[in-house]
Every structure is written in C-alpha cells, then in structure tokens.
C-alpha cells in the first residue's frame, strides 16, 4: 500500500536552515508529480510546492519562493524540501502529497505530517 | 491567485439532519474543486474530487455539486463521525492550488 512517511522536522531558530524528507513506497515513485502542502497550528492547509515525476517543472507558493526548494531522488524514492531562512510563519506540520490519478492537482494520499517549529 | 472562501465557518446541526456547506472561488475554476474532511489531530482526507466525484470508500450520504465559482458539499444524514472541519481547494492545472479557511461542522 501507499505510504509516504516524513521525517527532518524539529525546533529550529529563525534564520536558520531545515530539510525535510518524504521517504515514498507502494507506488512507481518516479511516475508522479509530488508536492509539499503545510498546515500551520489552527489554520487551514496551505500549498507549498510541486515539482514534477521528472524534476523538470517546480512551483512555489509566493510565501516561500525564493527560500525554499524542492528536490526528489527517483532511484531512492525521496522527496525533499529545503527549507532557509526559516521565520516564524513557517511553523506547521509538512505533508508530502500526491493524486494518484496522474496529472491532476487534489490530494488523495498525505504523510502523517513533520512538525517544524521555528523559534528562538 | 485564485482565492477560496467558505461559508458558514462554523455549523452545529442533530444527527440524521442535512447540512450544505459552500465554497466559492474568485474566478471560474470549472470543475477543478475539491473537497477535505480533517478531524482534529488527523490528516486532511479527500471526500471528492472534481466538483461530484465521491473518492472510494467515502460513505455516500457525502456528495459534492457545482461548476464555476459557486460550490457545495452536502451531508444528507449527519452522523457523530462526521465531526470535523471541511476543506475546499482548488486544484486548476496553475498553481498555487488554494485550500479555502474551511467550515467546522459539530453535532448537536
């Protein structure tokens, strides 16, 4: 079955640097599009990122172009997040996710969530 | 940017009754909406997809209509499981693809 299990989340002071990682399994990894979508304490989800099966299309929210990057390594099936000058608008939990269905842009398979806490 | 809004944030109604929650867009997004439901301490689930298309294995008094900017979800029998904040979001092929604030629906 699908699984896609987070990790790299953890307290990090503002200004500083994080990388999460999305570990995929039970899907052909590099057939699909993947994306990053947050969700901050008691706020409602919020896009982050895409990049595409082949690493050749990215897209950012305006929120976090510029300071974070979005990567993927199709022989180990991980996706990454590179996450600088962190700020405290950045705390939430990080979902990888992805729609099963090919090119379409709804969710239908979350991680279980990294927890990134930015404070000093 | 496409932006989402919703509408009751908030709703309580008694189990077995029906209730319609609405999300529009700013802009026609033709049938490119989706629909969550995230219970507290969980991760978002996909309800529906593409305006009326009930995801498997969601329970069919969940169903979802509209085309355009004006959307809705409708519970036909409301049950105690169903507690849980709503989602819509937008998911056009242009990103950003944007979740709306949501509307948290209780049982009385």
């Known amino acids: 079955q699908v699984q896609l299990v987070e990790s790299g989340g953890v307290v990090v002071q503002p200004g500083r640097s994080l990388r999460l990682s999305c570990a995929a399994s039970?899907?052909?990894?590099?057939?699909?599009?993947m994306h990053w979508v947050r969700q901050a304490p008691d706020k409602g989800p919020e896009w982050v990122a895409f990049?595409?099966?082949?690493?050749?299309?990215?897209h950012y929210a305006d929120s976090v172009k510029g300071r974070f990057t979005i990567s993927r390594d199709n022989s180990k099936n991980i996706l990454y997040l590179q996450m600088n000058s962190l700020s405290a608008e950045d705390t939430a939990v990080y979902y990888c996710?992805?729609?099963?269905?090919?090119?379409?842009?709804?969710?239908?398979?979350w991680g279980q969530g990294t927890l990134v806490t930015v404070s000093s | 940017d496409i932006q989402m809004t919703q509408s009751p944030s908030s709703l309580s109604a008694a189990v077995g009754g029906r209730i319609t929650l609405t999300c529009r867009a700013s802009?026609?997004?033709?049938?490119?909406l989706a629909w969550y439901q995230q219970k507290p301490g969980k991760v978002p689930k996909l309800l529906i997809y593409?305006?009326?298309t009930l995801q498997s294995g969601v329970p069919f008094r969940f169903s979802g209509s509209g085309f355009g900017t004006n959307f809705t979800l409708t519970i036909s029998s409301l049950q105690p499981e169903d507690v849980a904040t709503y989602y819509c979001?937008?998911?056009?092929?242009?990103?950003?693809?944007?979740f709306g604030p949501g509307t948290r629906v209780d049982v009385k």
């Open positions: 979001q937008e998911c056009d092929s242009v990103p950003p693809f944007t």
């Open positions: 802009q026609d997004i033709s049938d490119y």
């Open positions: 990049m595409s099966y082949d690493g050749t299309k990215k």
């Open positions: 593409a305006a009326s």
């Open positions: 996710a992805y729609c099963s269905a090919g090119s379409c842009y709804y969710f239908d398979f």
């Open positions: 039970g899907f052909t990894f590099r057939a699909y599009g």
